[in-house]
């Protein structure tokens, strides 16, 4: 069964017959090789490089975390502008003749999409500075708008020159978040880390996105903590694990430094700025020596 006839068919009657009205007029009103005039994004990261490379005219829709401070560095600039949630019956409507998504974005959307011939583009995770630039030229080109993206890669080429952390060891720095989870081998952290003259605790841990042992951790702690704004704040209980009492004791006996996660959830011209911030961090640690925190009893 094709993407679309599957969507479909988990409906009901009123929503089968609305659904397929709205892919009948897409199909018929939208003109095939079309120049981008109309653009949604479904995709946080995608979201954030369309308000830098196109004029807001040609926006139609972004995903609804465009809107969050906390996961979004243009969170003030996306009014006036439709927010999704990363679905089908949203995106229809608006009659785009780009969709920008991410690879891990919504598969039955796009999927669906595609069925019916609207054009995406969809954007690999980043894992290093590499990959941001060409994410930025990628969607620059796609918008026919190559200068903007060069004078974006120049923004972050401009940050990360700035960054000047001291020579000598590296310290181990670790990323703690809800539940316990890091970022290791592979993430777009890493590369910011090192950039910044840090080794990455979790990359000898951890291939990808995953969860640390905090009975590993208190046994063989690292040089310092780097946490996100938002995980400062109690409102889950993921939550909770950044407020068990060894993580605390740990947390008071090394140097840590808050880092707000919009500067590094995407890779965007702003990882820049986290590289200088976590340098400036690197900078004002004494010494080279690692510290001995208390053993959590």
């Known amino acids: 069964m094709k993407p679309a006839a599957r969507l479909l068919s988990g409906r009901g009657l009123a929503g089968r017959a609305a659904t397929a009205m709205v892919l009948f007029c897409w199909a018929f009103t939208v003109p095939a090789g079309a120049a981008p005039h109309r653009i949604a994004s479904i995709y946080l990261c995608s979201d954030q490089l369309l308000l ?4 807001r005219d040609r926006i139609v829709s972004l995903n609804r975390f465009a809107a969050y401070p906390s996961f979004s560095n243009e969170a003030g600039k996306f009014s006036g502008i439709a927010l999704n949630r990363g679905l089908a019956e949203e995106i229809l409507p608006l009659k785009p003749d780009l969709v920008l998504a991410g690879a891990f974005t919504a598969p039955a959307t796009k999927a669906l999409l595609r069925s019916v011939g609207v054009p995406d583009l969809e954007l690999p995770m980043e894992e ?26 120049a923004d972050l080429d401009r940050r990360l020159a700035a960054a000047t952390p001291p020579p000598g060891r590296r310290p181990e720095l670790m990323l703690y978040r809800f539940g316990g989870y890091s970022q290791g081998r592979h993430t777009l952290s890493q590369a910011i880390f090192e950039r910044a003259g840090f080794a990455n605790y979790a990359a000898s841990r951890l291939t990808g996105v995953g969860q640390l042992s905090l009975e590993r951790i208190i046994l063989d702690p690292p040089d310092a903590i780097a946490l996100g704004e938002r995980d400062t704040v109690r409102d889950s209980l993921s939550a909770e694990t950044l407020a ?9 006996a090394l140097p840590t430094v808050i880092v707000p996660e919009r500067l590094w959830t995407c890779g965007l011209a702003d990882s820049g ?9 690197r900078a004002s640690l004494p010494g080279d020596r690692k510290p001995a925190p208390e053993r959590a009893r």
């Open 128 to 153: 290093d500075f590499d990959g941001i630039r060409a994410n930025i030229r990628r969607v620059a080109k796609a918008l026919g708008e190559a200068a903007r993206g060069e004078t974006l890669v």
């Open 244 to 252: 068990h009492p060894a993580l605390r004791k740990l947390r008071a």
């Open 52 to 55: 830098h490379l196109a004029d």
């Open 273 to 281: 700025e986290a590289v200088q911030r976590l340098a400036a961090f």
